[in-house]
């Protein structure tokens, strides 16, 4: 029902940027959460960021101060600006989003919350 789609990925140096976006069907985009996922290789798929519908925002520690994570209604579009990059952060990025019916006091922050994801875009941080 809901599409979304990622951009933004790459090969970025250390201590580089990446701003990557994540543009979602539907009419009711302002009532989801969104987050952002990634997965290395070898490595489970882990959360990384999310905001809710409230617009509550929360990030992973390995994350904490280095990404931020917007979004605009507008145009259905959630961001994740990343810098300061480390080769630890390369991993395919997951978008993904929670249609559920939330308090405006809480955000999803795992896997079993989200409803749909995107296909994923690399993101790859060397020298």
């Known amino acids: 029902q809901v599409q979304l789609v990622e951009s933004g990925g790459g090969l970025v140096q250390p201590g580089g940027s990446l701003r990557l976006a994540c543009a979602a069907s539907g009419r009711t985009f302002s009532s989801y959460d969104m987050g952002w996922f990634r997965q290395a290789p070898g490595k489970e798929r882990e959360f990384v960021a999310a905001?809710?519908?409230?617009?509550?925002?929360y990030y992973a520690d390995s994350v904490k101060g280095r990404f931020t994570i917007s979004r605009d209604n507008a145009k259905n579009t959630v961001y994740l600006e990343m810098n300061s990059l480390k080769p630890e952060d390369t991993a395919v990025y997951y978008c993904?989003?929670?249609?559920?019916?939330?308090?405006?006091?809480?955000?999803?922050?795992?896997?079993?919350?989200?409803?749909?994801w995107g296909q994923g875009t690399q993101v790859t941080v060397s020298s």
């Open positions: 905001i809710s519908w409230s617009d509550i925002m």
């Open positions: 993904a989003a929670c249609a559920a019916d939330r308090g405006p006091f809480t955000i999803a922050t795992t896997e079993d919350k989200y409803d749909y």
